[in-house]
């Protein structure tokens, strides 16, 4: 099965006034399950966001049952396939010059070889932050609970300003699957995905 189809399935067995439309969004008016997870780090192609999400979503669910954390299925996959939804509708293909390898030049002389090659661009036309604009993006269409906002908008881990932190330990202290979420988050970038330079 592929990676939208297992997401789709998941997304329809949640009971949730709304989903329906928030699916349609997904599916009809977003490129969600094609754009890219990042222009230039994990997950840096096609369907690459939509493989990410699945990814954070089975490493989440794994841990909440690991850990006995009781989450109920529903907020789990809310929270693990939708949590970078602000990434859906930002990715554009460019051209850029970038550096491939070595060259002779005309006086035999060995220098960098520049090359045109397509790559991913932001295009950021709601730049509401990250885990902000995801809440905001999915309260368009469906109810969020408090640890579904919580998480999502702390699914990147501790900020670095000291209000943001105090928020964020308060949060955290409220809700520990919080940290469960970030770090399905982490491992999933930075441990089982690839990068394609």
């Known amino acids: 099965m592929e990676v939208k189809e297992k997401i789709l399935n998941i997304l329809h067995s949640i009971d949730r006034e709304g989903m329906d439309k928030l699916i349609d969004w997904l599916e009809n008016k977003s490129d969600f399950f094609i754009a890219p997870a990042s222009t230039k780090y994990h997950n840096n192609f096609e369907c690459g966001n939509a493989e990410h999400s699945l990814s954070v979503d089975e490493l989440f669910?794994?841990?909440?049952?690991?850990?006995?954390?009781?989450?109920?299925?529903?907020?789990?996959?809310?929270?693990?396939?939708?949590?970078?939804?602000?990434?859906?509708?930002?990715?554009?293909?460019?051209?850029?010059?970038?550096?491939?390898?070595?060259?002779?030049?005309?006086?035999?002389?060995?220098?960098?070889?520049?090359?045109?090659?397509?790559?991913?661009?932001?295009?950021?036309?709601?730049?509401?932050?990250?885990?902000?604009?995801?809440?905001?993006?999915?309260?368009?269409?469906?109810?969020l609970s408090e640890f579904e906002i919580l998480a999502i908008l702390n699914h990147m881990g501790l900020p670095e300003d000291y209000a943001s932190?105090?928020?964020?330990?308060?949060?955290?202290?409220?809700?520990?699957?919080?940290?469960?979420?970030?770090?399905?988050?982490?491992?999933s970038s930075h441990v089982l995905e690839k990068t394609i330079k």
């Open 165 to 187: 932190k105090m928020a964020y330990n308060n949060a955290v202290e409220k809700y520990p699957a919080i940290v469960l979420l970030h770090s399905a988050d982490l491992e």
């Open 61 to 143: 669910c794994e841990k909440c049952d690991r850990y006995n954390v009781d989450i109920p299925a529903d907020s789990r996959h809310i929270c693990g396939l939708l949590h970078d939804i602000c990434k859906a509708n930002i990715y554009t293909k460019g051209i850029k010059n970038v550096k491939e390898g070595k060259k002779l030049n005309y006086k035999g002389q060995e220098v960098d070889n520049w090359v045109e090659k397509e790559v991913w661009e932001v295009d950021d036309k709601f730049p509401a932050g990250h885990g902000s604009k995801s809440v905001i993006i999915l309260q368009n269409f469906i109810k």
